[in-house]
């Protein structure tokens, strides 16, 4: 793989997609929907909002759907006050006896992770993390997450930050939708800008 560095709904800018291009959003006007699970989620000022809600009892948890398996996703995205963001992906239905999620990149201020979750159909299972490293992402301040699924190969990529590689078999089957979470405080943000997916031959 080539190295690289309560339902809601709310509007969000689809654009015009090119070839090859799954996803291709900037948030500036309207267009396809997400679905918004918990949490509170608003496109304002140009980007895409998010934050936890205490009385929901549950992590941030908003996603847009669109069928993926080998692809690249890119996303801007900074800490207005927020503690966890999760970047994530469901295994497709069928695609595997397992309830739950399948991996997400975890992004805390101080550390990365690319980590893959337990199912929840087995009372003992545990999530894995498969590779982690040392951050220091400031508040208010913007950064470029890319991100390549090929096959069972899994590389993200933050420009100053590094890279992490993870490499498990699950990881190659179909995904239904980018799934996002942020975790905090009510009123603490995490906030996203720039999403494109594009498949991958």
């Known amino acids: 793989m080539k190295s690289i560095l309560s339902l809601l709904f709310i509007a969000a800018l689809g654009g015009n997609l090119s070839a090859g291009e799954l996803i291709n959003e900037d948030f500036s006007s309207q267009g396809p929907r997400w679905t918004t699970q ?26 847009r759907g669109q069928p993926m398996k080998d692809f690249q996703l890119d996303v801007d995205f900074r800490f207005e006050g927020a503690k966890v963001i999760n970047i994530g992906f469901d295994p497709a239905r069928g695609s595997l006896k397992k309830k739950g999620h ?58 100053g930050t590094g890279s992490l590689k993870a ?21 603490k943000e995490a906030h996203f800008d720039n999403l494109k997916v594009v498949a991958l031959p």
Do not use: M
């Not at 894995?128 to 590389?155: C, I, R």
């Open 102 to 159: 399948l991996y997400s990149v975890v992004l805390t201020p101080t550390q990365w992770q690319i980590k893959e979750h337990r199912d929840k159909a087995i009372d003992d299972s545990k999530d894995k993390v498969h590779a982690s490293g040392k951050a220091n992402f400031k508040q208010g301040e913007w950064y470029h997450l890319t991100l390549q699924n090929k096959g069972t190969e899994v590389e993200a990529g933050i420009k």
């Open 167 to 187: 490499d498990y078999k699950d990881f190659a089957v179909a995904k239904p939708a980018v799934v996002f979470r942020v975790g905090g405080a009510d009123g």
């Open 38 to 63: 918990f949490g509170e989620v608003a496109v304002e000022d140009g980007v895409l909002k998010a934050s936890q809600k205490t009385a929901d009892k549950h992590i941030c948890a908003f996603r």
